[in-house]
């Protein structure tokens, strides 16, 4: 598919990896709808993109809203591509230091924010795509966004680790439902990545964990994200499968 006036929705596309992406769709002539929440940056990062790029606010796990980030996208023309970066964590012990159990309630919440909130990107976008014209064999590319952590997930990322899983998980199934509607899903699982998410960590544990890196030992730039999300889209033959973004890193239990 080539990017070139294509519509492009990128969730998350406030900060880190999804305005990465949401630059290098622009850069390619793409337009672009960030829909990320009402509380992110994503008023001022549209602006910051241009013309082409438009700011709907919307939480990915809530049906109506995401229609309405839809609407926005299909008001600028066919919806192409969809590049799904929000996510998130939380630490959790299956038992905590105190000896209560882990709590139920954030492992709900990051299984929602990751898992649901992938499910509810990809059936709605799919569901807009699939009335598309056929151009060059498709109607539209999906990218999805896991982590190293669905393969290797570290003491204390129980949620995160097991939602990233079920991101995986939802790959190929997702292209083989899909396929019959001329739609690819393709996800990156990212390694250590330098965005605003690893901000809070002191600048010597953010260099620390960049030298654990075996090649290049440093962490990811978020372009380099983008340079795949956009690949993904672009190469009609790529569908189904998982791609590790990591310098070759597989992380330790701690
Ligand atoms: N940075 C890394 O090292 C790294 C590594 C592996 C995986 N990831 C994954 O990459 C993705 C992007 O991470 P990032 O580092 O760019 O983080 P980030 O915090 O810079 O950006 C995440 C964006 O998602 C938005 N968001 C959060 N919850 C949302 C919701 N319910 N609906 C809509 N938007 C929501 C946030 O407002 C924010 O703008 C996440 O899925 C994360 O789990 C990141």
Redesign the pocket.
């Known amino acids: 598919m080539k990017l070139q006036n294509i519509v492009a929705l990128v969730?998350?596309?406030?900060?880190?990896?999804?305005l990465a992406t949401a630059r290098r769709l622009i850069e390619g002539g793409a337009k672009v709808v960030i829909?990320?929440?009402e509380?992110?940056?994503?008023a001022d990062a549209a602006l910051s993109l241009g013309p082409n790029a438009r700011f709907s606010i919307?939480?990915?796990?809530d049906t109506d809203q995401m229609n309405a980030a839809l609407d926005v996208a299909e008001s600028l023309g066919e919806l192409r591509a969809v590049v799904h970066?929000?996510?998130?964590?939380a630490a959790i012990r299956l038992v905590e230091k105190d000896g209560s159990p882990g709590s139920m309630e954030k492992f709900e919440s990051v299984i929602r924010?990751?898992v649901i909130?992938s499910f509810n990107v990809l059936r709605l976008s799919a569901a807009r795509m699939a009335r598309n014209e056929v151009i060059d064999g498709e109607r539209g590319a999906c990218v999805l966004?896991?982590?190293?952590?669905a393969f290797e997930g570290q003491i204390g990322q129980v949620p995160?680790a097991t939602a990233?899983a079920g991101v995986v998980g939802l790959t190929l199934v997702s292209a083989r439902d899909l396929a019959s509607k001329n739609i690819r899903v393709n996800t990156i699982?990212?390694?250590?990545?330098d965005?605003?998410?690893?901000a809070r960590l002191s600048e010597d544990i953010r260099t620390s964990l960049g030298r654990s890196v075996p090649n290049p030992a440093r962490l990811?730039q978020?372009e380099e994200f983008a340079e795949l999300a956009t690949h993904m889209i672009q190469n009609g033959y790529l569908n189904g499968e998982t791609i590790r973004l990591d310098g070759a890193i597989r992380m330790q239990p701690r």
């Open positions: 969730t998350g596309g406030a900060s880190g990896l999804g829909a990320d929440l509380r992110s940056n994503g919307a939480d990915v796990t970066c929000a996510g998130g964590g924010l990751n909130g966004t896991a982590s190293v952590a995160y990233k699982a990212p390694g250590i990545f965005t605003p998410m690893l990811g978020p």
